[in-house]
C-alpha cells in the first residue's frame, strides 16, 4: 500500500510537501486550505499509472477525476513548470503474487518513486500572433524523468535504484523538424501543399511522441547503480564474468508502451551484439517489468469526502 506522498507544483502546492499515508487516512481543515488538491493529485496519479494514455503522460480526465488541461493543474497555471510527485509503496503479501505470480524483487520490498511530468509545446516555435491561444498551447504531458529505489530487509538496504529521463527534451525546439528526419514539399499545388504540411504534422508528432516514451540513464551514477544491481546478480549466481555487463548498459535504452505508464521494457543497440550478456538482459527486463506493474498495485484504494470538510481514504487490499 502507499506509505508517503510528496507533491510539487500541482494546484495549490508550489513547493514540496510531504503527506504520510496510513491503511486510513484523514484529512481535515477548511475551505480552500489544500484538502481537495492531495486528493486529486492522488486520482490523478491513479488513473495516469493504470490507464495510460499514448504518450505516457498525466491523464487529467478520465475515470477517477476530471481536472481539465495541463495549464490548469501544474501551479500558477505555469506550461513551462514541471509537476512531480515522490511515494513510497509497500506491496501487500497478496499483491507481490499478483501479476502472473511472480515480482522480481520480492514480497518485503518498499518501492520509492520520483516522477516528474512536463509539457511539450508542438507550436511554440511555429506559432505567429495570428493563431489564437490554444493553437499556441497545442502539445501534451509526457514523463519526464523517472528515480526509483527499492529497499529490502530490516535493514532499509538499497536493493535497486536508478533515474532514467525522456529522449523527448533532447530535441532542439529549433530543429526538431529536421532532426526528426522530415521536410516539406516544394514544388506543389496549394492543395497538395496543404495535405503535405498535415501529413508532416502528423508524423512529426508521432516522432515526437515515441521520443518521449524512450528513456535513458539519467548520468553515471544512475548507470552505476544498474551495474551494481547486475553485478551482485552474478555473483549470486556464480558467474564471475562482469565485462559484458558494462557493454549492455552502453546501449540499452528503455521504453514504455499503451500498456505502461513507465518504461516496462530494454531495448539493446546493434553495437552490442558481440558477447551479449543474455542473462544481464533478462534481469533488467524483469526489474523494469516489475517496477512498471507497482502503478497498478500501489494505487488500489477508495476515497469518500464527506460534506463537513473531512476526507476519508483507504486502501482496498
Known amino acids: 500500500m502507499l506509505q508517503k506522498l510528496s507533491i510539487k507544483n500541482f494546484k495549490a502546492f508550489s513547493e514540496w510537501q510531504e503527506i504520510n499515508l496510513a ?33 505516457g503522460g498525466l491523464v487529467s480526465n478520465g475515470e477517477f477525476v476530471d481536472l481539465g488541461d495541463f495549464s490548469s493543474m501544474v501551479h500558477g497555471h505555469a ?13 501487500t503479501k497478496k499483491q507481490s503474487y499478483a501479476d502472473f505470480g511472480f515480482d522480481i524483487f520480492g ?16 507550436n511554440n516555435t511555429e506559432a505567429d500572433d ?9 502539445g501534451f504531458s509526457f514523463l519526464d524523468s523517472m528515480s526509483t529505489v527499492v529497499r529490502t530487509g530490516e535493514k532499509n538496504e538499497v536493493l535497486f535504484s536508478t533515474t532514467i529521463v525522456s529522449e ?21 499545388t496549394s492543395k497538395t501543399a496543404s495535405e503535405s504540411e498535415l501529413e508532416l504534422k502528423k508524423k512529426k508528432s508521432a516522432r515526437l511522441i515515441a521520443a518521449a516514451k524512450k528513456f535513458r540513464f539519467q548520468d553515471k551514477s544512475a548507470w552505476d547503480s544498474v551495474y551494481t544491481y547486475l553485478a551482485n546478480h552474478k555473483l549470486k549466481r556464480q558467474q564471475s564474468n562482469k ?35 543474455f542473462d544481464s538482459h533478462f534481469q533488467l527486463n524483469m526489474a523494469f517489468s516489475s517496477l512498471a506493474r507497482d502503478g497498478f498495485r500501489c494505487l488500489k484504494f477508495h476515497t469518500s469526502c464527506l460534506p463537513t470538510g473531512l476526507v476519508m481514504m483507504f486502501p482496498v487490499q
Open 107 to 122: 514480497k518485503s520490498t518498499r518501492r520509492e518513486y520520483e516522477l516528474t511530468y512536463k509539457y511539450h509545446l508542438i
Open 168 to 188: 523527448l527534451p533532447k530535441l532542439s525546439e529549433t530543429g526538431n523538424i529536421r532532426r526528426l528526419g522530415f521536410t516539406a514539399e516544394k514544388n506543389t
Open 243 to 277: 565485462s559484458e555487463i558494462g557493454r549492455l548498459l552502453d546501449g540499452v535504452t528503455f521504453k514504455s508502451d499503451i500498456n505502461y505508464a513507465t518504461p516496462s521494457a530494454v531495448e539493446v543497440e546493434a553495437k552490442v551484439q558481440k558477447d551479449f550478456d
Open 130 to 138: 495570428k493563431e489564437n491561444d490554444i493553437e499556441k498551447k497545442r
Open 79 to 91: 506550461l513551462a513548470k514541471d509537476i512531480s510527485f515522490r511515494f513510497s509503496y509497500l506491496p
Open 23 to 55: 491503511p486510513i487516512t484523514l484529512i481535515y481543515g477548511p475551505n480552500s486550505s489544500g484538502k481537495s488538491s492531495i486528493i486529486h493529485s492522488i486520482m490523478l496519479l491513479k488513473q495516469s499509472l493504470t490507464r495510460p494514455n499514448l504518450q
